[in-house]
């Protein structure tokens, strides 16, 4: 409008008048049944308002013609220029309105002689006037003034009177009039024809009028920017930007694509996927290289000057939006008309016709057109971006281009926080320039401060639908606006927040992000429209707190596909754990009531929205899942639904904004402010370098075609960090709670005097009761961290999984109480059984001790020491001389574990008989498993492609991986079978079911494509294993057997009876000797065992809160400190060994760290064990000391036993003091003081002999582990080996700390090669790794798959096992970094150990170790040095 020549008018008014001015140009320029104030006016509200700085103020208002003759008030465009306040007063204006003008219109009730003078100086002037009388009377004078001023000298000057007309009447005179005069000065071509607001500012400069023009900043931003855009001509504007913004031209395009295509790999019959990504990645680097010999151009290193000055920028910026847009829009209008000319004719097409190839070509063309020909300021800012992008990452940059470049994120920082919008997907490429965009938020971060958080607002809509309009109404922006696809990609601007909404609100800034129109018509025709629009939403939609979704009512086609778009971006963010709230605005609704009433309208789209769901649920393969909206996001039809009626009221280009409009734009505001206090309650909202990083993180899962398996991100990597902590932190807390009721309860069942059964039953009330308030506080806490941890939010999806693996440990636990419970009550009567045989040998030993000591005292002389010693031997033989052996029967073990094996295997009865005919079992045992030919069979796969003749054996490097399986899994049951009989209990028949059992899962579990293990491993191998079991069982048998063996427990006593025997008889006093005795046997071992029973609870509460990084805490941290341990020793067997026998490695390793972490000192006198020990000891002597200090029942303090039995009572939970063990020290204790007893007791307590025997443990650190009841080493890998599920392609264990989860998923997948994998053609090994194969179009066949291709990308559709495991698809180099780097250095080794070629095309995975350690700290959350 600056540069359009039209003409203009003036309205002044002298003196003062009846009627406003400015009310009756209102009306003139208004249709009769429209009227809009475009001037304020006195009889407005709040119009008469006193003026204080408006008079003197000359207002501009433009008529523009809709083109329509029956709605036009005037034909042609034309400027309104009014003069606020008396003309008279304000000289200068009038002059310099009277030199510009076409016509001046003067406004007047009556002439005096002092306004005559001042008419006469105004109608000197050429310019054609107009006198108009308002008032309804005029008086004599003023006809008189105006006759000697409407004198024929002055032929210009015309005079119109109101007179009697009425108001319409009149404003139609004046429409006449004015009408009349816009067609002569259209005619005109002097100095009153059209004129240009610019052409104005010499005029106003020769009278004096300062204009902005003049301002010294003003006049250079101006100088500068016409030195860029004065020359570039409007048919040159494609070859200027090919020019002078080379970055973003063909060489930006092709970048962008091979992004994509790394992305998304094409299929290649050639090549293998891993080399084609590698091609492209030095194609990338080619271009790059490209571009940067391009060198930056002369205009925009003169535009990046202009930015660094700070006063000058402002204006500088823009006189280039001004020149740019005046270059760009005659060409942009001519092929803008051709565009619409084509859509219109294709659309009256037939369907054919409509999508032929030549009306879609011609279509993109002139797309591409419009894209080339249009230059803005947007253009060079996004220039800025990708000159960054190229150079910061190179090395060969002069010192000048280095200057320029590192200040470009500052400077576009500072452009941000001054309002200035930056574009965060280039619309033209759909690419974000990542590192642009992340250095440019950065530098924003560093100026407003870490700490502040951001409101992040998104529109989404149709193309057209008013979504700039929307945000600019209501913020106050300047987004661009027009009717058709104005903005492309997407930009952002910040908002600040001041004074106390900053406090109230919670934030520092408001992040509005403005996208281009979904389902433009542009796109339409062209293939992949439907995943741009997908990709966009998705993007915007993740970053979002709020996202508004901008709606046409009239269009229900386009609003169905816009729904399934957002409600699919939607799903894409509740999976990856973000819920932006969503308010769906539906404009040009005509009745602004409609929200209340058109309850049946909101019905229908919540019908849509559930349709929409299920459609995009689909789709991302979550249809279980999703079955309606609500499943997606919480949603109000009252509250997330906005009838906005029309922004106009009348036809544009002449229409007011509707005030209706305005006043439902406040009230969303309003609500969205409202939304954004939630927020800040909630304490959701970002700060900029958590806005990064989800920028960073959604688009890189955007670009892969399955977007929630592919979806990584920091923030959420470390919210599920911080969950499986804690996780881990209750997981621990419960089982170290259930395993002290469980000693408690053993302890309780042990002690009692009562039925065993009858305390078992009421201790499993009692565990209900504690094991449901240990529950609800185990869910509580994780409640609690769900409320207040940081990003808690994020991962809201997993809250069910781990609330899931508390029920599951607290069931499974609750069944191993029980079991131990029985297993307590069976214990009990089976020792029950043996304290009656061998009280009822004790009493007779007693017995005949009794009538010893009364012979030996009836003789006559005095007995020595040696006489009593060989009186008490012949009684002692001759009393148990007659006592029977009753030790329960021997089990045949090796005739139970053949059963077992003919009850497992009864297909193979003849071939198990005739190899046990042969040799026994312990005999088959005693060899090594040599696995042959004759146990494995070549899979059917390889008959089919393979004819027999030839291939009909293994080759030698699949005879070896089958050997190492099979001494793996010997390894694995030959330590389940030591566990098992090294515990302190009779073998079971059970104990040969479960081993058998144990082989069978092994075996069932091995997959492998080319072979399998027959009947004849089966058997031999169970053979093996039951051999080796049969002499541990045994042996457990035998010391079980003596352990319950009355008679040797009687002789074990017999020194002590002797003594007795002989203190009686010498009449010593026995207080001292009974009370060490009692000690000695009976309290030591109780005290001792309670330690060790403890002691494995507490090294690994130890090691999980001081182990180096952490690396205890949950299962990522170990496998973090596993590699690093790797490194360290830098060996490729060890390397081998872990990835063939993972588990076994893990446990290995884990077992000797708390070996090492036991046996340090941390500069003590003793280990860490012992230390440990003497804590738990010094609590547990306490716990005695108070016992013995408490005052004893009457009934129980006047004899020996009494007091034992009240201290067994007092510390039943604690510990265990066997009653069979008590016989020699309650025998003939009448004589001894209770009390007196009582203070020995204390006083050997008080020694510190317990206390050096726990220091002796030191000396053998690995035995006393290994001797504990609890096993730290198992106790810790229960927690940290996760749920040891094995990926289907490369075998990586399942890194889920949790129990109970819905996918496995692991953050570094192996390379095929690491296992064998070798392609059948070349032999060489795989480099391939999971997540580069689940992107590309490669297929794989195996038994799973029934033998039939298919594609990787569809894994999930083989069966249950495969679509458990999430595999992110991921191209990059970085992915798996450490087993990149372990693959390229040992590629000779692991092609020699398993006889292939090595790898090719791995040159790119040379990396250095700086670079693998960054990115484990990255993808795995940690500090590195931290486990150091």
């Known amino acids: 409008m600056v540069t359009a020549r039209i003409p203009i008018f003036s309205f002044i008014r002298f003196g003062s008048c009846s009627l406003s001015k400015s009310e009756i140009l209102n009306k003139v320029l208004s249709p009769s049944q429209q009227h809009h104030n475009f001037f304020v006016h006195y009889n407005m509200e709040c119009g008469d308002l006193p003026h204080r700085i408006s008079d003197g103020l000359v207002e501009l208002c433009w008529y523009l013609p809709s083109g329509s003759e029956e709605l036009d008030i005037f034909p042609e465009s034309m400027t309104i220029l009014n003069l606020r306040g008396d003309a008279k007063e304000f000289q200068t204006q009038v002059q310099f309105l009277a030199n510009i003008s076409s016509a001046v219109f003067i406004l007047i009730d009556n002439v005096d002689s002092s306004l005559s003078k001042s008419l006469k100086s105004l109608v000197q002037s050429p310019v054609s006037t107009f006198i108009v009388l308002i008032g309804n009377s005029v008086s004599k004078e003023t006809k008189e003034y105006l006759k000697g001023i409407a004198s024929p000298e002055f032929k210009k000057i015309q005079i119109l009177s109101r007179g009697k007309r009425n ?294 809509g149709v193309q057209s639908t008013g979504k700039s309009t929307l945000l600019n109404t209501m913020f106050g922006l300047q987004f661009a606006v027009s009717s058709g696809r104005c903005t492309r990609g997407a930009f952002m601007q910040l908002i600040k927040i001041t004074g106390d909404l900053q406090t109230e609100l919670g934030c520092g800034y408001i992040m509005v992000i403005d996208t281009e129109g979904l389902k433009a018509p542009e796109l339409s025709n062209i293939d992949g429209s439907y995943d741009h629009d997908n990709e966009l939403a998705t993007l915007v939609i993740g970053l979002s707190d709020v996202t508004l979704i901008n709606m046409a009512m009239e269009n229900s086609t386009e609003m169905k596909d816009v729904l399934q778009i957002v409600v699919h971006a939607f799903i894409r963010m509740r999976e990856v754990g973000k819920r932006p709230v969503c308010h769906f605005v539906h404009q040009n609704v005509s009745d602004v009531s409609a929200h209340d009433q058109n309850i049946r309208g909101r019905k229908h789209l919540l019908e849509q929205l559930d349709l929409m769901t299920r459609a995009a649920a689909k789709m991302e393969k979550q249809d279980r899942q999703f079955t309606k909206f609500s499943d997606v996001l919480e949603y109000d039809a009252m509250e997330n639904n906005w009838n906005i009626p029309g922004l106009w009221h009348g036809n544009p280009p002449m229409a007011a904004v509707n005030t209706g409009y305005s006043h439902k734009v406040f009230e969303l505001k309003k609500r969205l402010f409202e939304n954004l206090k939630e927020k800040k309650n909630e304490g959701k909202m970002s700060t900029i370098s958590e806005f990064i990083e989800w920028t960073e993180s959604l688009w890189k899962a955007v670009k892969y075609e399955n977007f929630i398996f592919s979806f990584r991100n920091s923030l959420v990597a470390e919210a599920y960090k911080e969950l499986s902590v804690k996780y881990t932190d209750l997981e621990w807390e419960l089982r170290k709670e259930i395993h002290y009721f469980l000693e408690k309860a053993q302890n309780r069942i042990f002690n009692t005097k009562q039925d065993p059964e009858s305390v078992a039953q009421s201790l499993k009330r009692e565990w209900v009761v504690f094991i449901n308030e240990k529950k609800e506080s185990s869910l509580q806490q994780l409640e609690e961290h769900y409320s207040t941890g940081n990003n808690s939010n994020l991962v809201e999806k997993y809250r069910q999984d781990f609330v899931s693996s508390i029920d599951s440990l607290t069931i499974e636990r609750g069944m191993y109480v029980d079991r131990k419970c029985d297993e307590a009550v069976k214990r009990w009567r089976a020792m029950q059984k043996l304290k009656d045989i061998k009280d009822n040998y004790q009493n007779q030993i007693e017995e005949q001790v009794n009538k010893l000591l009364k012979q030996c005292r009836q003789e006559n002389r005095k007995m020595n020491e040696t006489e009593l010693e060989q009186a008490f031997d012949e009684m002692w033989k001759m009393t148990t001389s007659t006592f029977k052996n009753l030790q329960p029967p021997t089990v045949n073990i090796m005739k139970d574990m053949e059963v077992s094996l003919h009850q497992n295997m009864p297909a193979d009865t003849k071939f198990l008989n005739q190899q046990l005919s042969e040799k026994t079992l312990c005999e088959l045992s005693d060899e090594n498993l040599q696995v042959n030919q004759d146990h494995v069979e070549l899979c059917a796969f390889y008959y089919k492609i393979i004819p027999k003749g030839l291939i009909s054996k293994l080759d030698k490097k699949d005879t070896e991986r089958v050997q190492q399986l099979a001494d793996q899994w010997v390894r694995e049951c030959k330590q389940f079978v030591i566990q098992t009989a090294g515990q302190e209990q009779d073998y079971d028949s059970n104990h040969c079911r479960e081993l058998v059992r144990l082989i069978d899962e092994k075996i069932q579990k091995h997959q492998d494509q080319k072979f399998i293990f027959n009947k004849h491993f089966r058997a031999d191998f169970k053979l093996h294993i039951c051999g080796f079991a049969v002499k541990k069982y045994e042996e457990m048998q035998e010391r079980a057997q003596k352990r319950n063996d009355p008679l040797e427990q009687l002789r074990k006593e017999k020194a002590a009876y002797c003594q007795k025997f002989k203190d009686i008889y010498q009449e010593k006093d026995q207080t001292k000797q009974r009370a060490e005795l009692f000690y000695e046997n009976c309290l030591i071992p109780a005290i001792i065992q309670a330690v060790e029973r403890k002691l494995g609870l507490q090294i690994v509460q130890h090691i999980r809160h001081n182990g180096k990084g952490g690396k205890f805490l949950y299962r990522k941290n170990f496998q973090v400190a596993l590699m690093l341990h790797l490194k360290k020793m830098d060996k490729f067997l060890l390397y081998n060994d872990y990835i063939q026998q993972t588990e076994s490695f893990e446990k290995d390793w884990l077992e000797e760290e708390v070996i090492q972490h036991c046996a340090a000192t941390n500069d003590k006198p003793v280990s860490l064990l012992c230390s440990l020990a003497l804590d738990i000891l010094g609590e547990v002597i306490n716990r005695v000391r108070e016992a013995l200090e408490e005052r004893t029942p009457p009934i129980n303090e006047n004899s020996v036993a009494g007091i034992i039995q009240e201290f067994k009572e007092k510390l039943g939970d604690e510990i265990q003091i066997p009653q069979e063990t008590l016989g020699p020290i309650t025998f003939q204790s009448e004589k001894i003081n209770p009390q007196n007893f009582k203070q020995e007791i204390e006083n050997f307590i008080c020694t510190n002999d317990l206390t050096e025997r726990v220091k002796d443990w030191g000396k053998d650190i690995s035995g006393k582990i290994t001797a504990l009841p609890t096993d730290p080493s198992n106790e810790l890998y229960t927690m940290l080996g996760g749920c040891r599920e094995r990926c289907p392609f490369c075998g990586v264990l399942c890194d889920c700390t949790n129990r109970e989860h819905s996918q496995h998923s692991a953050i570094y997948h192996w390379s095929q090669g690491l296992n064998g994998s070798s392609c059948h053609n070349t032999e060489k090994l795989i480099a391939a790794n999971c997540t580069t194969n689940v992107t590309s179009n490669d297929s794989f066949r195996n038994g799973d798959t029934e033998w039939k291709w298919v594609l990787y990308k569809k894994y999930r559709d083989v069966n249950e096992q495969y679509s458990r495991w999430n595999i992110p698809a991921d191209t990059s180099i970085e992915t798996s970094a450490y087993w990149k780097w372990v693959f390229y250095k040992y590629n000779e080794d692991l092609a020699r150990i398993y006889t292939c070629k090595p790898a090719d095309d791995i040159s790119s995975w040379n990396l250095q170790w700086d670079d693998v350690e960054k990115d484990i700290e990255n993808k795995y959350n940690v500090n590195v040095s931290e486990f150091n």
């Open 167 to 460: 108001s319409a009447m009149f404003t139609e005179t004046l429409r006449s009039t004015l009408r009349t005069a816009l067609e002569i000065a259209h005619q005109q071509k002097t100095s009153q024809g059209p004129r240009s607001l610019e052409e104005l500012v010499v005029i106003a400069r020769d009278m004096g009028i300062e204009t902005d023009e003049d301002d010294k900043l003003c006049s250079q931003g101006k100088a500068r920017s016409e030195n860029i855009y004065n020359v570039i001509k409007g048919e040159a504007i494609s070859k200027y930007r090919l020019e002078n913004l080379s970055f973003q031209g063909l060489t930006w395009q092709q970048i962008s694509k091979i992004e994509k295509n790394q992305c998304r790999p094409k299929q290649q019959e050639k090549e293998s996927t891993q080399k084609y990504c590698n091609d492209l990645e030095e194609e990338k680097k080619h271009l790059r290289n490209e571009q940067q010999e391009k060198g930056i151009s002369a205009d925009m290193k003169t535009f990046i000057t202009a930015l660094t000055d700070r006063d000058e920028r402002k204006y500088f910026l823009q006189w280039m939006k001004l020149g740019l847009d005046s270059r760009s829009r005659d060409t942009l209008s001519v092929l803008r008309e051709k565009y619409k000319a084509l859509i219109e004719k294709s659309q009256d097409q037939s369907t054919k016709q409509k999508d032929s190839p030549t009306n879609n070509k011609q279509l993109q063309e002139l797309d591409q057109q419009i894209t080339d020909s249009s230059l803005g300021l947007e253009h060079f800012m996004r220039e800025i971006g990708l000159i960054y992008e190229t150079f910061i990452n190179q090395n060969n940059w002069n010192m000048e281009e280095k200057c320029i470049v590192q200040k470009l994120p500052y400077i576009a920082a500072d452009l941000m926080l001054d309002g200035f919008p930056l574009e965060l997907i280039n619309g033209d490429v759909s690419n974000i320039p990542l590192q642009w965009i992340t250095d440019v938020l950065k530098a924003v971060e560093h100026r407003i401060g870490k700490g502040t958080r951001v409101f992040v607002l998104t529109v989404l």
